[in-house]
């Protein structure tokens, strides 16, 4: 342990004792001491084969930023106060969807797969050719990849409304509607649900499967999905308002039924989030834009439910306690316990969604929301800009680059 002059000799610590020391640290440290030297980076490797837990690292906001160069993004963490580097492989275009450290990308052809961005590894998801809604697909006179997709609830039309084309472009964000994991890419019961576009119906797949199964006899127009670790299932929201659970980790066909119908929300924006115990909670947000390149609006005040799903009944709460919410704009909801979040504050609401909205006002401009940076407090009523408080700066990002999202950093 010691070199001839009485230096300590780090490198020849014991695995056993190493393996303890990486367990008691921070995720991003873990990743650093990988780095040290060749022995701890085997070290490292036999921490992510044997899966060890560590600490739980605290949510960071993913995000643009030109600083970073064109497959750089910045990584800020409220724990800690820093912002740090994800270098992002040269075809990940399109992040729709993060979970358990893992983020859902697209590639340029709108094909998608799980990728961990602070260790590189990947996991490969079925084509975007296998969904049954895409039929076929072809060169435009450009050379740029268009499907052909069917839309069967258009049927009655003729199969000119039923049959439509999409360009890979359009097919990178519109294909991909909502996303739920219901484990990180690496974990044998890793399980992908996508909610698209249109017409909002759903598709699941395990990393390495060749194909998507169709999920379309439980219904279309979904709008938001969520994994709840306790119980196994996942929960789908329609717009409608009524939410089922899903059983996918079976060997026989998926089971699905409906559990409640909420009513009276349809105007609003909603999302579904699990508890850390286990309660399924919808929350809802007025959707409502009022004013030309509106960064945020205090208007649109947001409200929470707890789902009683025995009595099939929602019971609004004046808050969520000491507990935070994270809300993106394809991803999951989070809610987490605020002792895992230092920096932020209880009882709030924090978003990292971005959109532009295509439809004009009375003096028929172009509406632009952003709502990054900012968080609504359930107690006072309140949405707050916190721009000021922590190191972002967001330029005016362009449709083609990835929008911010909420990721806690997993180094399995």
Request: net charge neutral; hydrophobic share 40%.
């Amino acid at each position: 342990m010691e070199t001839a002059g009485g230096a300590r000799n780090w490198s020849e610590l014991p695995e056993d004792v190493l393996l303890t020391t990486m367990s008691a640290m921070e995720v991003f440290d873990v990743v650093r001491a990988s780095a040290v030297c060749s022995s701890w980076s085997s070290t490292y490797a036999t921490f992510r084969r044997l899966r060890l837990p560590s600490p739980k690292q605290s949510p960071c906001l993913l995000y643009p930023h030109d600083a970073c160069g064109p497959d750089g993004m910045a990584l800020y963490s409220p724990s800690a106060d820093a912002t740090f580097r994800i270098r992002l492989p040269h075809d990940a275009v399109v992040l729709a969807g993060s979970a358990y450290g893992w983020l859902f990308v697209t590639d340029q052809a709108a094909n998608p797969y799980l990728l961990n961005p602070l260790t590189g590894a990947r996991a490969v998801l079925p084509p975007v050719t296998s969904f049954q809604c895409v039929v076929g697909s072809s060169l435009d006179d450009d050379g740029n990849i268009v499907y052909r997709t069917e839309d069967p609830s258009l049927a009655s039309y003729g199969d000119d409304v039923r049959f439509y084309s999409v360009t890979a472009r359009v097919a990178r964000s519109w294909m991909y509607r909502h996303v739920a994991l219901s484990a990180g890419g690496a974990a044998p019961s890793c399980i992908v649900l996508v909610v698209h576009e249109e017409p909002m119906d759903l598709h699941f797949a395990r990393p390495g499967d060749e194909r998507w199964s169709s999920l379309s006899s439980v219904g279309t127009g979904f709008i938001s999905a969520v994994y709840n670790d306790k119980d196994g299932l996942f929960y789908v929201l329609q717009c409608c308002g009524t939410v089922h659970a899903l059983d996918l980790h079976g060997q026989t066909s998926p089971t699905a039924r409906a559990l409640i119908r909420t009513r009276g929300l349809v105007a609003h924006r909603r999302s579904l989030a699990v508890t850390p115990c286990g309660d399924v909670l919808l929350v809802a947000r007025t959707s409502c834009l009022l004013e030309r390149l509106d960064i945020y609006d205090s208007r649109n005040a947001f409200s929470v439910y707890k789902l009683d799903l025995s009595a099939k009944k929602k019971v609004k709460l004046e808050g969520i306690g000491d507990h935070v919410l994270l809300l993106g704009n394809k991803s999951s909801a989070v809610c987490a316990p605020i002792v895992d979040c230092p920096r932020l504050r209880p009882n709030c609401a924090y978003l990292a969604d971005f959109s532009r909205a295509s439809i004009p006002n009375r003096e028929r401009e172009v509406i632009k929301k952003r709502d990054v940076a900012i968080y609504w407090d359930f107690e006072s009523g309140v949405m707050h800009n916190i721009c000021n408080m922590w190191p972002l700066h967001l330029p005016d990002i362009p449709d083609t680059a990835p929008a911010p999202i909420w990721l806690t950093p997993s180094p399995l």
